[in-house]
Every structure is written in structure tokens, then in C-alpha cells.
């Protein structure tokens, strides 16, 4: 068929747009539509015209969302960057809630790309910070069409635009060399750290040839987490080194040379929220992952972004009314332990009941101490034969304490071997600077009082009219249908109505007429999906939707009473001319 012969009338366009919004294929759809009317041959338009207007309305739609939430409030954030051929190339948004979040959770970020959208083969990008409760908080999303240095520096100056232009103290990504270039452009007083965990699962390919490499992996481990001092570090991976034969192994040399963005020693000195990885940033990828097929539009996708977003706003919510209305008892008699249950999330407070636990495996000894400063070696068991030493020094003037492990400095947290100390020293009340408003439950923050965005799809006013027609009028159609007479008179009808109609349409002519919801929804109109990656499986799991069952039913021998065959004509025919009519009118 021709392409100039070929058209899709109002109606198709509409039952394109459900379809995809119920999770169907065009394939699929397509093959609904064959099966309506009998054929290929009753159609005049073909699959790759279903195809081809689902990929426009999804980019049409995406932007339609953006403009949508923008207007519901004015706090909602977006910014895109387009081709040539107007199809995204990078996008990013943050509704309300996540801005006013980055206020007090803004302080260290994950963040992440493992994840890819499939379809358009677009990669997505989440900021990831962590809330007073210790849960997950999104705080802004991406999609880029690569991943090189430009497109970073883009995505990073506008998340920065976006949060007030204040940058967090500490970013964790992975190994992304364009991403590490990004950041040191854009954000060169923050502090970047690699994931750990990326690096340490790749010791296996990396050194999997080497004689031992199972003895190779768990040493390895040892010297990055055990080491409680930089120049322990350096002392003990030149020994691991030497003892596997690896001094010449290029992979090790480069992480060696770049050891101050990964190891603990290195870093975490400043506080990291207890993030060393950006699992959190890939555990709501791991979420979208649940709804979201290989074939899921863009649409589809901010959809769930929205579902994600108030999943974790309920988690934070029901966290915070379990911390108003109950209480953790104390595990122990320490009255320090007292101070952080008035203050503290209930989660946070559990963390600091661990370490008072902990502290019954340590054993504390004085080492020195003059003028009020006191260093303590206290070894705590972590096995019935392994004792791990860690220094602690306690300043009785500045009622200070410090530990080796760093777990305050990176945490937050009260370490087991800092409390043994100060149950040494018999110190009843710690320091305020010890308990963070970080992690606090009684303080008001302001976006608790914002919900997260949540989309309610405006339809365009043709759209919409058209809709409305089509629920009004389909009972006439099918009441008409089961007589000639009453079809005669439907028929009349409609030629009286067409014939006013093409006048008054007649008269317009020259004129247009735009509503304001008009031009705020057809600003994006233009706007194109990126080209559209080619798949080779089928998805082990696909979104469902009633049409594959009525498309499985119509392929179907079924012993049910049926319209006669003289019925049956008529009705087709009524409802070919109730098309046009309904499109005529929607245009009007």
C-alpha cells in the first residue's frame, strides 16, 4: 500500500495511545485492529504506521508529562537537550519534594547509570541521597543518550541548577572515566569516590589467571578494610604485592595510583552517610526493573520513576509517625545510650544500639595520658582467636573522643570502641557534636509538607472531545444495529448532522482557534523519540493488558450465540460511518 493511500483516522490514533498506555505492543495492537475487521485488506494503513505513531505520541507524551508537572507546581524542575531531528539526547527532572529532600539529605549523593531504558537504548542516570531514617531518597533523574565527558557536564550543572547551585560535599559513582572528568569540572570542591563494591567483584576476571587468585582475593581484602592507618595501607599492599608476585600488574598499579577515591582509609575521614557503594542508587533500578520490559516506553518508564518516588515517600512517612507514636527501649544502663533513644530515628537509634552491644566483646587499656589527653588501645574479638586493636584518644577538657576505625567520622554512628572508652573514663553524657541533627526525628523539615509528583494525564482538548463522543454514541450504534429499520434511521441521522457540520466547518474555514491548553500541549508536539534499538528476545516478562486476551479470544472457536450474518453486516457498516462521525464532530 502506498504511502500517500495509507491514513489513520482519529479513532486508530486514540486506540494506539490506550494500548501502549495499557502496556501492548504495537505488534500487538496492530493485530487487534486486523482482527476487528476482518483482514489486512479491510485496513488502509499498515503495522509500521501503528509502530511508528506509538514512538511519536511516547516522545510527544513525555513531554506533554514534564509540561504537566511543571504546571501543577511551579517547583518541578525539567530541562532537555535535543537532536537535530528534535529526539531526546539528555533530559533530566526533579519534582518538588526532591528539592526541598536535597536541603537536608543533600550532603552526599550515589550515583548511578547501570541502568538502560532498552527500547531507545537511553541510559538512566538517578541521584540517590540518604534521609534522617537511613532509607533511600531520590533526588533528581536522567536519561542521556551516551555517556561521554559533555553529556555529564551537562546532566551535572543542571542537577546543580536545579538544587540551588549548592554542590554535596561527597559524590560515589563507579569506575566512569567521562563521569570522573565531569565532576572534577563541574563540582571541583566535592569529594568523588568510587564504588567499592564495583572494584572488589572484579578482582575474579582481573586476576583470575594467577596462581591462588582465591588467596589472592580474600588478602586483597584484607589489606583495603584492615588497614586503619594510610601508611598501613601502603606498607601492606606492597607486601601483598610481593607475596602473590603482582608488582607488575598493570590493574592493581592503576587502582594503587588512584587509591585515594576507593579506599576506606582514604576517604572516610569525611562523612559518607554509611554509603561506600552505589547498590542504593542501583537498588531503584533494580525497582524499575520489576514493571519495566525491554519494549516499555518513555511514558512508561517516568510513570514508575512517579511509583518510585511515592513508594519512598510513604516508607519515609510511616517511619516517621512509628517514631512519634513508639518507643525503643534501651539494651543497656548507660545513660549515653538514653541521650541518642530522645533524639534519634528509630533506625538510627538501633545502628548506635549495636555498637553498645558491640561493646562487650572489647577490652579497653590505658597506654598514656597527661594534662587531661588519654590514648587507649582497645582490641575488640572479633573471632575466639582474633583480637582487632584499634588507638582511641579521649580529650577530658574538649570531652572529645576519637577512634581509629572512623565509623563517627564516615557515619555518624558512635563506634563500640569509643563507648568502651568512655564507660572507661565514667562518662555519663556524651557531647552534643556527637548527636547530628542528621539523623534526628524531632527536627521539622520542610519537605515532608510536599507530596511527590503524580501524574493524572491531561488529555488534549480534540482528544478528549473525541472520547467523550465515543462513549455518548456507542450505544446508539449498537441499538441501531439490530434492526434495518433502525439503522435507516441512524443512517438519516447522520447524513443530516454531517451535511450541518461540513457547513459550519465551511464557514471557519481560514480561521483557527487555539485554547491555552492547546498551546501549552502542543509546545512539545514536534519533539521525537530517539531512534528505536533493535531487540533480538522476546522479554521473559512482559506487562499484561486485556487486549492480548481479546485478541487470543477472537482467534478463538467458541460455542456462544452470535449475531446473524445479515446483523453482522449491518453492524460493521454503522459503525464505519459512526468513525467518520465521531471524528468529524471531534474536529469541530
Known sequence: ?????????????????????????????YQSFVAAVGGHHELNFIKKDVKNVSEQEDANEFGKYLLRMKEKNQNFFFELELEEDQSIKLTFWADARSRAAFEYFGDVISFDTTYNTKRYNLVCGSFVGVNHHGQSTLLGCSLMKNE??????????????????????????????????????????????????????????????????ADIEQEMSQVVFNSHSKDSFDWNWNDFLLNF????????????????????????????????????????????????????????????????????????????????????????????????????????????????????NCITRLTNSALGYSVYEVGEQVSSSIF???????????????CQ???????????????????????????????????????????????????????????????????????????????????AILHRAYDN??????????????TSSLSHEDANLESVNELQSPPRIRTRERPKNRLGSKLDKHIANATKKKKTKVLSEVKVMFFKFVVIEFIFLVNSLANM
Not at 7 to 29: C, D, F, Q, Y
Not at 163 to 174: E, I, Q, R, S, W
Not at 497 to 510: D, I, P
Request: aromatic content about 10%.
Open 388 to 402: 582487632n586493636k584499634f588507638v582511641v584518644t579521649y580529650d577530658s577538657v574538649a570531652a572529645e573522643v576519637k
Open 245 to 360: 608476585g603482582l608488582m607488575e600488574n598493570k590493574w592493581l598499579s592503576d587502582l594503587y595510583e588512584d587509591r585515594h577515591i576507593w579506599v576506606p582509609i582514604y576517604l572516610d575521614h569525611h562523612f559518607w552517610a554509611g554509603m561506600r557503594s552505589t547498590q542504593r542508587s542501583e537498588s531503584m533500578h533494580s525497582f524499575f526493573n520489576k514493571f519495566i520490559t525491554r519494549n516499555s516506553s518513555l511514558i512508561q518508564f517516568v510513570k514508575q520513576y512517579d511509583n518510585c518516588l511515592r513508594s519512598r515517600e510513604q516508607a519515609e512517612r510511616e517511619s516517621d509517625a512509628a517514631d512519634f507514636h513508639t518507643v525503643i527501649p534501651c539494651a543497656t544502663k548507660f545513660s549515653i545510650e538514653a541521650q541518642f533513644q530522645d533524639v534519634y530515628t528509630h533506625q538510627k537509634f538501633r545502628e548506635v544500639q549495636a555498637q553498645f552491644r558491640g561493646k562487650a
Open 497 to 510: 448532522v454531517m451535511a450541518e457540520m461540513e457547513s459550519l466547518k465551511a464557514k471557519r474555514k481560514g
Open 148 to 213: 561521554e565527558v559533555e553529556s555529564f557536564k551537562w546532566l551535572f550543572q543542571c542537577w546543580l541548577r536545579c538544587m540551588g547551585g549548592n554542590a554535596p560535599k561527597g559524590f560515589l559513582t563507579d569506575q566512569c572515566a567521562s563521569m570522573k572528568r565531569a565532576l572534577e569540572a563541574c563540582m571541583p570542591t566535592t569529594i568523588h569516590r568510587w564504588c567499592i563494591w564495583h572494584i572488589m567483584k572484579k578482582i575474579p576476571s582481573k586476576l583470575n589467571w594467577y596462581k591462588g587468585h
Open 1 to 29: 500500500m502506498l504511502k500517500q493511500h495509507r491514513e489513520l483516522s482519529m479513532s486508530i490514533h486514540r486506540t494506539i495511545e490506550n494500548n501502549e498506555e495499557a502496556g501492548s505492543r504495537p505488534r500487538k495492537t
Open 405 to 487: 576505625c572512623l565509623l563517627f567520622e564516615s557515619r555518624g554512628i558512635l563506634c563500640r570502641h569509643a563507648l568502651s572508652v568512655l564507660s572507661f573514663e565514667q562518662v555519663s553524657q556524651v557531647s552534643p557534636r556527637y548527636i547530628l541533627e542528621r539523623w534526628s526525628k524531632k527536627v521539622k523539615r520542610r519537605h515532608t509538607h510536599i507530596k511527590s509528583s503524580h501524574d493524572e494525564p491531561l488529555m488534549e482538548p480534540r482528544s478528549k472531545r473525541f472520547d467523550q463522543l465515543v462513549f455518548r454514541l456507542q450505544n446508539i450504534c449498537e441499538f441501531a444495529s439490530e434492526s434495518e429499520e433502525l439503522t
